[in-house]
């Protein structure tokens, strides 16, 4: 005979039934927050670690004027190039002797390559570094990676002075420590003298320009024409750089070019007695180094030709070419 439950006897199995069930869901969530609280856990260090080294860095460049040796003017040194060079253990130090961020300095961060400032700041993973004023809110300096597409970034900022020269403006210093891919280090063709007006190959030039917020060797590029191609190499086994947002200039003689055009600091020689075979009146010329390059082709019908002006770039990468009054690194 089957026995029939009694509303109380429902009741009780209900309660059992909901008790083993509220069980076994709790079971399930302490078994997935372990799981969580583990993943979490090694995110946590990793994070730890990003906000330590964005504070480091932070602490750093606000700490002093910075130096090289007994000098607080480190931003009048090259990085590589000299007795005294930006790489040999500079404190990379961004105030004035007034405890302002210095223009000057804040711009010279754009003389380091992207992978040597991060060593000498210790930092082991990517790095952006900007200020930025409040009135006008505008970008005065910024040096270093893209993090706008990173999915992970930890940033430490401060408000403080900055003195562009002749005005102290409140501004913000953020350094942003995250992950992401290495930056892009291309660098442009914008203006070429094919044909001067004094005959030499020692006298025709290339103007290239850095668009980056980071210094990129230029030993490691190769320029060439039709005819030949050419290594940029250096005196005295100095490590050449071209600052971010900086142009340089390749030619046979850099003595011949700083005497015949405009004393320049960027002033780069190529390996040979001409730049390729020699800047024909029409040419194709390419700026490459490993896998990428860029090319340009002009003829005399373009402009330019023995009449003491150069061919320039309407922007840094423009399709555009036209004759214009000599500029040699003021892209």
């Given at each position: 005979?089957?026995?029939?439950?009694?509303?109380?006897?429902?009741?009780?199995?209900?309660?059992?039934?909901?008790?083993?069930?509220?069980?076994?869901?709790?079971?399930?969530?302490?078994?997935?927050?372990?799981?969580?609280?583990?993943?979490?856990?090694?995110?946590?260090?990793?994070?730890?670690?990003?906000?330590?080294?964005?504070?480091?860095?932070?602490?750093?460049?606000?700490?002093?004027?910075?130096?090289?040796?007994?000098?607080?003017?480190?931003?009048?040194?090259?990085?590589?190039?000299?007795?005294?060079?930006?790489?040999?253990?500079?404190?990379?130090?961004?105030?004035?002797?007034?405890?302002?961020?210095?223009?000057?300095?804040?711009?010279?961060?754009?003389?380091?390559?992207?992978?040597?400032?991060?060593?000498?700041?210790?930092v082991t993973q990517h790095l952006k570094i900007e200020v930025r004023t409040l009135v006008p809110d505008e970008s005065v300096c910024l040096w270093g990676g893209d993090s706008s597409n990173s999915t992970i970034s930890v940033k430490s900022e401060k408000y403080m002075l900055y003195n562009d020269g002749t005005t102290v403006l409140p501004a913000i210093l953020t350094v942003t420590i995250f992950e992401g891919k290495n930056p892009s280090s291309k660098i442009y063709m914008t203006?070429?003298?094919?044909?001067?007006?004094?005959?030499?190959?020692?006298?025709?030039?290339?103007?290239?320009?850095?668009?980056?917020?980071?210094?990129?060797?230029?030993?490691?590029?190769?320029?060439?024409?039709?005819?030949?191609?050419?290594?940029?190499?250096?005196?005295?086994?100095?490590?050449?750089?071209?600052?971010?947002?900086?142009?340089?200039?390749?030619?046979?003689?850099?003595?011949?070019?700083?005497?015949?055009?405009?004393?320049?600091?960027?002033?780069?020689?190529?390996?040979?007695?001409?730049?390729?075979?020699?800047?024909?009146?029409?040419?194709?010329?390419?700026?490459?180094?490993?896998?990428?390059?860029?090319?340009?082709?002009?003829?005399?019908?373009?402009?330019?030709?023995?009449?003491?002006?150069?061919?320039?770039?309407?922007?840094?990468?423009?399709?555009?070419?036209?004759?214009?009054?000599?500029?040699?690194?003021?892209?």
């Amino acid at each position: 005979m089957r026995r029939t439950l009694s509303k109380d006897e429902n009741a009780v199995t209900h309660v059992i039934e909901f008790t083993i069930a509220l069980t076994v869901f709790v079971l399930l969530v302490q078994a997935f927050t372990s799981s969580m609280n583990y993943r979490i856990g090694i995110d946590s260090d990793n994070n730890d670690e990003r906000v330590v080294m964005a504070r480091e860095v932070l602490s750093e460049l606000t700490g002093s004027e910075g130096k090289i040796g007994n000098a607080t003017n480190w931003e009048d040194f090259e990085f590589g190039v000299g007795t005294i060079q930006l790489k040999d253990g500079a404190t990379v130090g961004l105030l004035n002797s007034n405890g302002e961020l210095d223009k000057d300095k804040c711009a010279a961060l754009q003389k380091f390559p992207y992978t040597q400032l991060r060593r000498e700041l210790e930092v082991t993973q990517h790095l952006k570094i900007e200020v930025r004023t409040l009135v006008p809110d505008e970008s005065v300096c910024l040096w270093g990676g893209d993090s706008s597409n990173s999915t992970i970034s930890v940033k430490s900022e401060k408000y403080m002075l900055y003195n562009d020269g002749t005005t102290v403006l409140p501004a913000i210093l953020t350094v942003t420590i995250f992950e992401g891919k290495n930056p892009s280090s291309k660098i442009y063709m914008t203006e070429i003298m094919y044909n001067p007006t004094n005959n030499g190959n020692q006298y025709e030039w290339i103007e290239v320009y850095n668009p980056n917020p980071f210094a990129i060797y230029i030993t490691s590029w190769a320029i060439e024409d039709l005819g030949d191609s050419d290594l940029i190499v250096s005196d005295d086994d100095d490590t050449l750089t071209i600052p971010g947002n900086k142009a340089g200039i390749l030619t046979t003689s850099p003595t011949v070019f700083t005497e015949t055009y405009v004393d320049y600091t960027y002033v780069f020689s190529v390996e040979d007695t001409a730049i390729g075979n020699g800047l024909g009146n029409s040419e194709t010329i390419t700026l490459s180094r490993g896998n990428y390059a860029e090319s340009f082709s002009y003829t005399t019908s373009d402009g330019a030709n023995g009449n003491g002006k150069s061919l320039t770039r309407s922007c840094y990468n423009c399709e555009t070419w036209n004759e214009a009054v000599t500029s040699p690194g003021t892209v």
